[in-house]
Nanobody, 123 residues
C-alpha cells in the first residue's frame, strides 16, 4: 500500500512558477513509477509528466514540455513538479500517482493516487 500526499498548489499569476510536492509512504518508493496528472473543471483527467523509479527516464505531455520538470528524491520518498511560465490553461487540480508498471501516460495503470492540490493561474 502506498499513500500519496500532494502539496504546493495555490494561486499564481500567468508567467509565474510553482513547485508541487508529493510525499509517499512506504519503503519501496524507488520501485514505483511516479506521475502527475491534472483535471480541469468539466474535463478528463490528463497526464502531465512521469518519472521512472530511478528518475532516469521522464515523459511529458506536449502541452507542458519545456515549462514543467518532474524530479524525484528517493531518499525523501518525494516527487516534485516544477512548473514555470504558467498559463491560465494550466489551472486544474493536480494529482500525484504511482504505478509498479513503469511510466506511461495511461491513467489506468496507476494504482495509487493522492487527493490532489489546486493550482489556479490568473491572467
Amino acid at each position: 500500500q502506498v499513500q500519496l500526499v500532494e502539496s504546493g498548489g495555490g494561486l499564481v499569476q500567468a508567467g509565474g512558477s510553482l513547485r508541487l510536492s508529493c510525499a509517499a509512504s512506504g519503503r519501496t518508493f524507488g520501485t514505483y513509477g511516479m506521475a502527475w496528472f491534472r483535471q480541469a473543471p468539466g474535463k478528463e483527467r490528463e497526464f502531465v509528466a512521469g518519472a521512472s523509479g530511478s528518475g532516469g527516464s521522464t515523459s511529458y505531455a506536449d502541452s507542458v514540455k519545456d515549462r514543467f520538470t518532474i524530479s524525484r528524491d528517493n531518499a525523501k520518498n518525494t516527487v516534485y513538479l516544477q512548473m514555470n511560465s504558467l498559463k491560465p490553461e494550466d489551472t486544474a487540480v493536480y494529482y500525484c500517482a504511482a504505478t509498479s508498471l513503469g511510466i506511461a501516460s495511461i491513467r489506468r495503470i496507476y494504482k495509487y493516487w493522492g487527493q490532489g492540490t489546486q493550482v489556479t493561474v490568473s491572467s
